[in-house]
């Protein structure tokens, strides 16, 4: 399993998972639900308790994805198979977006379970 964290203008929104069997959840972090002035990430996946569930990458996280010829040197530049749309979000989505959304991989401290936004992407 793959984990990231969802960022709504640098604040932690939600959490974005790669299960092992190749399927994909979403879920909202519980302060973001609590604070009725945040809003919902994405039309498609409103802010509500419920995690989403989608046997492949949704739609608003696959859209942030570079393609043609700048998807291949990313790849090529950071060993990461072209189909591998998560690996290629971690990498891509991490600082540059045109939006109020970016994505950071999980790292979780193995010695004390806290996690920790990995700024080193």
Request: aromatic content about 10%; glycine content about 6%; overall charge negative.
């Amino acid at each position: 399993m793959r984990k990231a964290i969802v960022f709504y203008k640098k604040e932690p929104a939600g959490e974005l998972y790669q299960l092992d069997d190749g399927s994909f959840v979403f879920k909202y972090c519980a302060d973001w639900l609590l604070d009725s002035s945040k809003p919902g990430i994405s039309l498609t996946l409103r802010k509500k308790q419920q995690e989403f569930r989608s046997d492949s990458l949704f739609p608003f996280f696959y859209h942030m994805l570079p393609e043609g010829s700048n998807k291949r040197i990313i790849c090529h530049q950071h060993r990461i198979d072209e189909d591998d749309a998560f690996g290629l979000l971690l990498i891509t989505a991490a600082h540059d977006t045109i939006g109020a959304v970016t994505i950071a991989r999980d790292k979780t401290d193995e010695r004390d379970g806290t996690i920790a936004r990995d700024e080193t992407l």
